[in-house]
C-alpha cells in the first residue's frame, strides 16, 4: 500500500470516503497499456521496464469530470474533501 505522509493509502476506502462527499470518481478505464492487444497487433514498441505501468493501473483514479469551469469554489471543496479523506 502507498504510503501518504505517515499514513497508509487504501484506494478503495479512499473512493467511498470522496464519493459521499459529492466528488465523482472514475477507474483508469484502459488499465495497463502495456497489456492490450494493441501492443502486440500493432508491434508498438516499449520498455519492459515500465513497472510503473501496473502499478498505476491497480492504484490510480480519476477525480471528477467538470462539465463547467472550474472555479476556487470547486477547487477548495475538492481539497478540502481530499484533506478530509486521507
Keep these: 500500500m502507498p504510503v501518504i505522509g505517515n499514513k497508509y493509502f487504501n484506494k478503495d476506502l479512499f473512493i467511498k470516503k470522496i464519493e459521499k462527499k459529492g466528488i465523482e470518481t472514475r477507474p483508469i478505464i484502459s488499465g495497463n497499456f502495456l497489456k492490450q492487444p494493441a501492443i502486440k497487433k500493432y ?15 491497480k492504484k490510480g483514479f480519476f477525480i471528477g469530470l467538470p462539465t463547467v469551469k472550474i472555479e476556487n469554489k470547486i477547487l477548495n471543496k475538492l481539497i478540502k474533501s481530499i484533506e478530509d479523506c486521507l
Design 43 to 57: 508491434k508498438l514498441p516499449y520498455d519492459k521496464r515500465m513497472k510503473n505501468a501496473e502499478y498505476i493501473s
